[in-house]
């Protein structure tokens, strides 16, 4: 099938690679022309394991292309996904439609023969209505159907997410555009038969839903690990006593830092904002948010009593900055808050990515160190802040100089009893 994305992000450039990679050809267009240009040379713009192989062997098969054309790119495809951002608009709470009803007004005039036109973006219940009512002008009858195809992968396991979904939502009324995409998705759907069709709204829903859902999940295991802190039990024996139950299952019940990333802290307020237009109060999500929100103050005050409240001359390291382990991405991370109050109680940072993410902070009391060994060297207090692999198995007595340094373990990847028997200060998450 002849395939178009409009918008090469994460979500868009993800979603036509692996298109591409089921034997289609995909056009991958974006507004931004430093982006396509690097892209045609080869210069993948995000971290995400895998998909720089991916990219250039189906590139150079010449069955994906890189294009800023947005109007022929359309015209030249018959299937077009819309993977512009949503991001949170700040007056009102809810999504920022703006890039998704541009392109809606950009399909509108490229229609020259039918098309599907398919929303993989995050959008509020009813904007599919409105991207129909954008294209149905009276030259475009019978020549599209808007449908609803949300996107359920995670950055660091995009690949994998996309080629073997726990399920793919299709919400359509119209048969002709449902037997399109279950076609589109044959291959995909063989591996697990998980399709499933509904309606257009409904599949707009189901997304957000999922999100605030897996939001609350890990905003309830952070609060009861609140409570494990004070009553002396460990939250990860909680986890797994409560996740042996199938009813609730262990995944997303790690306790840590907060939820961070481009989608939930955006998804749970859009969620909120457009229930409201629907006189609907989601009380439950509200207090998600909330709690996320605080979540920083609180660890800000473990902090504080970890360096007995002195901060002036000490040196913290943070293992790792971006907002969850196997990316780059930095939004919404819970270092963001914690790093510059840090500063302000007059410690001095040092700090090491994996992802070699550098220059996000800009004051001289914040270093970026190559490696785990240069940020480590001197420093007062070790806070594990993603669980990368290569955070798993350090050997902490070798890596930093001073004497009586302390861990703060935010992902709890380390043994408290096996810590406590090498005579290391070590502080986790709930425990
Ligand atoms: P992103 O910011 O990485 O990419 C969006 C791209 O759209 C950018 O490259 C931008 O230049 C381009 N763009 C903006 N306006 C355009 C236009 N008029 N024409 C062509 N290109 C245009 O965003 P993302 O993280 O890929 O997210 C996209 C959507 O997918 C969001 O709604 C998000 O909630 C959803 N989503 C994201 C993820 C994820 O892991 N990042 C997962 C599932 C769903
Ligand atoms: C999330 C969802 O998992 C995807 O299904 C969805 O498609 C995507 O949002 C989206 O809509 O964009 P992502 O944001 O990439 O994916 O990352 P997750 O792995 O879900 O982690 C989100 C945040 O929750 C991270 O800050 C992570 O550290 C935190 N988390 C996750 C926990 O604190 N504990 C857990 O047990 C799991």
Redesign the pocket.
């Known amino acids: 099938m002849k395939i178009c994305i409009i918008g090469t992000g994460y979500v868009g450039l993800v979603s036509g690679t692996c298109f591409s990679e089921l034997g289609n050809n995909v056009i991958c267009s974006d507004t931004n022309d430093s982006k396509i240009i690097n892209l045609n040379e080869g210069i993948v713009p995000i971290y995400e394991p895998g998909l720089e192989e991916l990219i250039k062997r189906n590139f150079n098969q010449g069955k994906l292309k890189f294009s800023t054309d947005i109007a022929s790119s359309i015209r030249n495809s018959d299937i077009i996904f819309i993977c512009v951002g949503t991001p949170t608009n700040k007056k009102t709470n809810s999504a920022d439609l703006k890039y998704v009803l541009n392109v809606a007004n950009t399909i509108k005039n490229n229609l020259n023969k039918y098309k599907v036109i398919v929303t993989k973006s995050?959008v509020p219940v009813t904007t599919g209505d409105k991207i129909e009512k954008i294209l149905n002008i009276k030259k475009n009858k019978n020549k599209f159907d808007v449908i609803s195809n949300p996107?359920?992968?995670?950055?660091?396991e995009a690949i994998r997410d996309f080629l073997y979904p726990d399920r793919i939502v299709i919400g359509t009324n119209t048969n002709k555009a449902n037997n399109i995409m279950k076609n589109l998705y044959q291959p995909i759907i063989k591996k697990n038969n998980r399709y499933f069709h509904t309606s257009r709204r409904a599949a707009e829903l189901i997304k957000y839903s999922?999100?605030a859902f897996?939001a609350t999940k890990?905003t309830f295991i952070n609060e009861i690990a609140n409570l494990c802190e004070n009553s002396n039990i460990d939250v990860n024996d909680i986890a797994i006593g409560m996740g042996l139950d199938d009813r609730i299952g262990d995944r997303?019940?790690?306790a840590?830092p907060?939820?961070?990333?481009?989608?939930?802290p955006k998804?749970t307020r859009a969620l909120v904002t457009i229930a409201k237009k629907f006189k609907i109060n989601l009380s439950i999500v509200k207090s998600v948010i909330k709690s996320n929100d605080t979540r920083h103050k609180l660890l800000l005050n473990r902090i504080t009593k970890i360096m007995s409240n002195k901060f002036k001359n000490k040196k913290i390291t943070f293992l790792g900055v971006t907002?969850?382990a196997g990316t780059d991405d930095m939004r919404e991370s819970p270092a963001l808050n914690i790093i510059p109050s840090l500063i302000k109680k007059g410690a001095n940072i040092n700090y090491y990515d994996p992802s070699k993410k550098k220059d996000i902070f800009n004051s001289k009391k914040i270093k970026f160190c190559k490696n785990i060994k240069d940020a480590c060297k001197n420093s007062n207090l070790l806070i594990i802040h993603t669980e990368w692999n290569e955070f798993k198995q350090l050997n902490f007595k070798n890596l930093v100089n001073k004497k009586n340094f302390k861990i703060f373990d935010m992902r709890n990847l380390y043994s408290s009893r096996k810590m406590k028997n090498n005579n290391i200060k070590y502080f986790g998450i709930g425990r």
Not at 151 to 156: I, K, M
């Open positions: 995050t996107e359920f992968l995670r950055e660091g999922s999100n897996l890990i997303f019940l790690r840590g907060g939820y961070g990333g481009s989608c939930f998804d907002f969850k």
